[in-house]
């Protein structure tokens, strides 16, 4: 019998999602993020507030950068 499956809340599912499209390269350096509406119909989540608290971790850990009326991109880390 497998083990239970831990619950995984949204946000990190989100951020782990990312972080792969950062790393892969689908989302280099400079690209502009979609909305948080766009985001949260991608990731089939019923809250875009779920989507702007994956952004701002990821903000806050320098992986991604906003300009306020502009968006949020992907930081250049070179």
């Known amino acids: 019998m497998p083990a239970p499956r831990k619950f995984e809340p ?24 979609p909305s948080t ?3 949260a119909d991608l990731y089939e989540v019923g809250s875009q507030s779920t989507v702007r608290q994956a952004i701002t971790i990821l903000i806050e850990t320098g992986e991604l950068y906003g300009h306020q009326g ?3 991109f992907v930081t250049d880390r070179e």
């Open 70 to 72: 502009l968006g949020v």
């Open 37 to 39: 509406k766009a985001l």
């Open 10 to 33: 949204h946000y990190r599912r989100i951020i782990a999602d990312i972080r792969g499209r950062i790393a892969s390269g689908e989302w280099p350096p400079g690209h502009k993020l």
